[in-house]
Structure formats: C-alpha cells, structure tokens
C-alpha cells in the first residue's frame, strides 16, 4: 500500500478531515489511495507558536509513529497567486494548516477514511510502500 509520512500535527489534522489539502514543495503524478502515517518526531510540535494552531489542538490526541487513515490523492497542483488567495479567502483553517507559497504544490486529499487499528511504522520520505504480510487494514465506516 502508498504511504505519505507526514509530520504532526498535521497528520492528526488530515485524519480528521480538518486539513484536506497537503502542501509539498515538490509533485506527484500520483493518483488513488494513499495512507497517511504520522511522523515519529515531536520536534515540529515544539515549533508551533502559532495561537490558532494552538487552539486547534486542543483535546486532541495525536498519532506519533502511525499509520493512521487513507485517503483518495485526487490532484497535485502548483500554487499560482490566484490559487493561494481563493484557500486563504475560502478556508481559513485549511490555509493556517498548511505552506501556500508560489512554486509549491498542493495535494488535493478527498474521502478521508479513519483507520479502526493504527499501523505502526517507521516513516520514509517521498511515498512509500508498506510491505508488511496481510496487514488487516479497515476503516470505522467499514469501507
């Protein structure tokens, strides 16, 4: 199976149908499911000073070292100016929550799929295949 490792919180933020949108400064031809893992490291948390980031984690349980949903990768486009302002003037949050800068590319994620059981898995860069034998993967809406 495809695997993004992304760093938290954002994974946790992606999960919850929060962030549908990945900004990566580098595209994919790349289309179909995907998994997303939440990186192992704390260190970007400990960077965040961002007062409505902050806010946004509040009560949630984050997801270190996790394989922890699936989701549909539908597009990969590049940032145009145009672009970044209708994310920043239509989704506040989703703009918060990710880098929108010209020459960047941004992952358009669709059917969010919670995992029932977390996988857990050492990250890669780039996407990646999980190899582990028969891994029973489902979602809480059974799919």
Known sequence: MKVLTIQEPYATFIMQG??????????????GLI?????KSK????????????????????????????????DCVPMTPKFISKIKNQNNNEYLLGKYKEKRYAWILDDIQTL?????AKG?????????????VTCKNGK
């Open 116 to 120: 029932d059981k977390k996988i857990p």
């Open 35 to 39: 998994y997303i893992h939440a990186e």
């Open 43 to 74: 260190k970007l948390l400990k960077k965040i000073t961002n007062p409505d980031i902050l806010n946004l984690l509040k009560n949630i349980n984050l997801n270190y070292g996790n394989i922890i949903c699936k989701v549909n990768l539908i």
């Open 18 to 31: 929060m962030k549908k949108i990945e900004t990566r400064s580098w595209q994919t031809k790349y289309r």
């Open 124 to 136: 890669k860069l780039n996407i990646w295949n999980y190899n582990e034998t028969n891994p029973k």
